[in-house]
């Protein structure tokens, strides 16, 4: 399975952006995961067919849903602000949970990032 991220870009504080990950095929779970420089990589959030969860800075504000028709996941992200700056990388599983799982090792696939630059 091969994923594509795209819709990165530079935005300011406040602003919203939409992310997209498309897939080569359908997959199980889907994940955002964020590098900021300088930094380790660390879970965004994740969808499955019967869960989402979000890491604690970004509930309320980021939103992930999928196209199934498209084989697509999506990020939108509000009130966008500048600590969120850092590419951010979808993954895919190889396998369906009721609930999300957070960590890097859980998914099999990942697209290339695409990075989000937040200004303040």
């Known amino acids: 399975v091969q994923l594509q991220a795209f819709g990165g870009g530079w935005v300011q504080a406040g602003d919203s952006l939409r992310l997209s990950c498309a897939a080569s095929r359908r997959t199980y779970d889907m994940a955002w995961f964020r590098q900021a420089p300088g930094k380790e990589r660390e879970f965004v959030g994740g969808?499955?067919?019967?869960?989402?969860s979000y890491e604690e800075s970004v509930k309320g504000r980021f939103t992930i849903f999928r196209d199934g028709t498209k084989n697509t996941v999506y990020l939108q992200m509000r009130s966008l602000k500048p600590e969120d700056t850092a590419v951010y990388y979808c993954?895919?599983?190889?396998?369906?949970?009721?609930?999300?799982?957070?960590?890097?090792?859980?998914?099999?696939?990942w697209g290339q990032g695409t990075l989000v630059t937040v200004s303040s």
């Open positions: 969808i499955t067919r019967s869960d989402q």
């Open positions: 993954a895919g599983s190889r396998t369906a949970r009721s609930e999300v799982l957070v960590t890097e090792d859980d998914y099999a696939y």
